[in-house]
């Protein structure tokens, strides 16, 4: 079964993480401390593009992202993956309860 891809990328593009369908709770401030450090939000630009297989030898895009905050670039399923310019419009749309 295939689907329609939402968003085509390019070298040179500026993406950012897509916004998480999941929240983390917690009262325990050293928890709380612990998870912030990963809640921040990433944009970077496109650097390369790579294709993968799958246990059931289909092929899976991958992004290689260089973020705005890290020295290195890395690797990312194009499917986490969103044009920084729909940010805003996706958020909106995506349900994390008690945020």
Known sequence: MTSKRQY???IGDRVA???????LFTRQPEVMQRISQYRNQRYGTVVGMTTKLDSRKQKLKF???QWDNLKS????AQMRICPAS?????AKNTL???E
């Open 8 to 10: 085509t990328y390019a």
């Open 17 to 23: 993480e897509r916004p998480k369908t999941h929240g």
């Open 63 to 65: 992004l290689v992202v």
């Open 73 to 76: 670039p890395t690797e990312h």
């Open 86 to 90: 729909e940010l805003d419009t996706l």
């Open 96 to 98: 994390v309860p008690g």
